[in-house]
């Protein structure tokens, strides 16, 4: 298996008491639900509803459906009725995309530093050892001269970042993140929306920390409004998501682009006659006509 290229998902760990309460065959169950959906947290059910996750996850529906109901009364998956029914894992997007705090990462910035402090130290223990009995043999010679002491060598740690870098760059995340919170707030399509952790989480996994002070607020206004307009009407939360992941993706990318102009249905032209009275009127005006007789062949 080709690791590098191969799609994965966070299942956390942690016991809640809700968690144990459901049995195992439903905690099971989820983990496999996880592995099926798509990046937004959505399974497409089709025509046959609920019945169609038995052929998702290759199991038989008589032994999943006892652990499915359990799963849809605890609300950890949701199953959102319609013309193309769907199951939603709440809070995929969250889980799955959420980063390390600062403090987090310095914690284990200093662990990596003491572990290898402590690997270098251990072997320079160990190279010294196995050089002092050569110290013995020459012991009978004249002392030259003094004879620097040897101290282990550290290898160079890379420093952390200083404070006042730090904190400016949260402080651009954070207008990044207003920015786009406030330009979804703006738009028909998505403000009944979560705005703020849906900004988030665009910076944090599609745009990226370092790169959001880049953009302007017009390209963020662009992004959303090229998504809103690929989203059907009465589009799902989770297909919005998406849609918004993709145009951010294409923005970060530089491949943001207009949309083709859409068909529009012809009709007919602004003030036309109703055709009906037209009929009428074309009708009364040959009413005095002769009719048309088509000419004799001779024979």
């Known amino acids: 298996m080709d690791w590098s290229n191969e799609r994965y998902i966070r299942f956390y760990t942690r016991d809640t008491a809700e968690w144990l309460a459901l049995g195992w065959q439903a905690r099971g169950l989820f983990g496999l639900i996880l592995r099926v959906c798509d990046r937004a947290g959505v399974i497409e059910l089709g025509r046959v509803g609920l019945r169609g996750l038995a052929a998702l996850v290759h199991a038989p ?18 199953l959102r009725d319609g013309d193309r029914p769907v199951l939603l894992v ?31 130290t251990k072997r320079d223990g160990e190279s010294r050892n196995v050089t002092e009995p050569s110290r013995e043999v020459t012991r009978g010679h004249d002392q030259s001269h003094e004879v620097t002491p040897s101290y282990p060598s550290y290898p160079p740690v890379p420093s952390e970042p200083d404070e006042p870098r730090a904190h400016a760059r949260k402080a651009g995340e954070r207008d990044a993140q207003a920015e786009i919170a406030a330009e979804l707030r703006a738009n028909a399509v998505f403000a009944n929306l979560d705005t703020a952790a849906i900004a988030e989480s665009l ?14 607020r017009a390209q963020y206004r662009q992004a959303i409004a090229l998504a809103a307009h690929d989203c059907e009407s009465g589009a799902a939360e989770g297909r919005k998501r998406q849609q918004l992941r993709y145009k951010f993706g294409d923005l970060r990318d530089g491949k943001l682009m207009r949309p083709a102009a859409r068909a529009v249905p012809r009709t007919a032209p602004q003030g036309a006659a109703d055709p009906a009275a037209e009929l009428a009127r074309i009708t009364a005006m040959t009413a005095g006509l002769p009719k048309f007789q088509p000419p004799q062949r001779s024979r």
């Open 203 to 216: 910076i944090g996994s599609v745009i990226g920390l370092e790169a959001s002070n880049k953009f302007t």
């Open 90 to 120: 709440l809070n995929f997007l969250e889980a799955q995309e959420v980063g390390q705090s600062d403090a987090q990462r310095k914690r284990e910035s200093r662990a990596r530093r003491r572990d290898l402090a402590k690997a270098v």
């Open 61 to 78: 529906w008589s032994e999943i459906e006892r652990p499915l109901q359990e799963l849809l009364a605890d609300g950890c998956i949701q």
